[in-house]
T-cell receptor, first 119, second 113 residues
Framework: AQKVTQAQTEISVVEKEDVTLDCVYE???????LFWYKQPPSGELVFLIR??????QNEISGRYSWNFQKSTSSFNFTITASQVVDSAVYFC????????????????FGKGTLLTVNP | DGGITQSPKYLFRKEGQNVTLSCEQN?????MYWYRQDPGQGLRLIYY???????QKGDIAEGYSVSREKKESFPLTVTSAQKNPTAFYLC????????????FGSGTRLTVV
């Protein structure tokens, strides 16, 4: 069965610090996709990034960067020079084909990491 | 602008009542999903639908029912059989095919009073 583990329940940092959110996943599929979502206090989940299992290149987007390592089944997320507006719950998610077949690809989410950035 | 609309934002239910949460999307997405979020539990899948007039149970379907009569709409009914319905409910949709992420609605917070 697929599983996503976000071991850090809560992280608190001071503004301008760098912070890394960990994500470890389990899957039997050879083709899969990984995602990160941000959930601000308003509640709506906002898509941040998608990575497929064949592309292990790290990615940087502004202050955000992602480190995908297939060998350790990890997909970690780093925020550089954190800001108060980064305060949110961050979810890592895994998509693979459903066991019943078809074209449905369900997302399995980790339990989330609450990041608090203090001024 | 395209998106997903969930209503109402806040909902109060008396014990023993059924309530229906609305989810409408104008993204022309084939698949739609309902998740429940509890503090410290992450998101758990209740029901999902790939096409009109078809839906499947997720991991915690007991006490819930859905319908998919139109592509745009996927309402969730929380029945009196759901023993602990107080939670935050999120609806999502995605296009057909591998690799697409979800687009989420803004959620409905249900409280039993």
């Amino acid at each position: 069965a697929q599983k996503v583990t976000q071991a850090q329940t809560e992280i608190s940092v001071v503004e301008k610090e760098d912070v890394t959110l960990d994500c470890v996943y389990e899957t039997r599929d050879t083709t899969y996709y990984l995602f990160w979502y941000k959930q601000p206090p308003s509640g709506e989940l906002v898509f941040l990034i998608r990575r497929n299992s064949f592309d292990e290149q790290n990615e940087i987007s502004g202050r955000y960067s992602w480190n995908f390592q297939k060998s350790t089944s990890s997909f970690n997320f780093t925020i550089t020079a954190s800001q108060v507006v980064d305060s949110a719950v961050y979810f890592c998610a895994l998509s693979e084909a459903s066991r019943s077949g078809g074209s449905n690809y369900k997302l399995t989410f980790g339990k989330g990491t609450l990041l608090t950035v203090n001024p | 602008d395209g998106g997903i609309t969930q209503s109402p934002k806040y909902l109060f239910r008396k014990e023993g009542q059924n309530v229906t949460l609305s989810c409408e999307q104008n993204l022309n997405h084939d698949a739609m999903y309902w998740y429940r979020q509890d503090p410290g539990q992450g998101l758990r899948l209740i029901y999902y639908s790939q096409i009109v007039n078809d839906f499947q149970k997720g991991d915690i379907a007991e006490g819930y029912s859905v319908s998919r009569e139109k592509k745009e709409s996927f309402p969730l009914t929380v029945t009196s059989a759901q023993k602990n319905p107080t939670a935050f409910y999120l609806c999502a949709s995605r296009p057909r095919g591998r690799g697409y992420g979800y687009t989420f609605g803004s959620g409905t917070r249900l409280t039993v009073v």
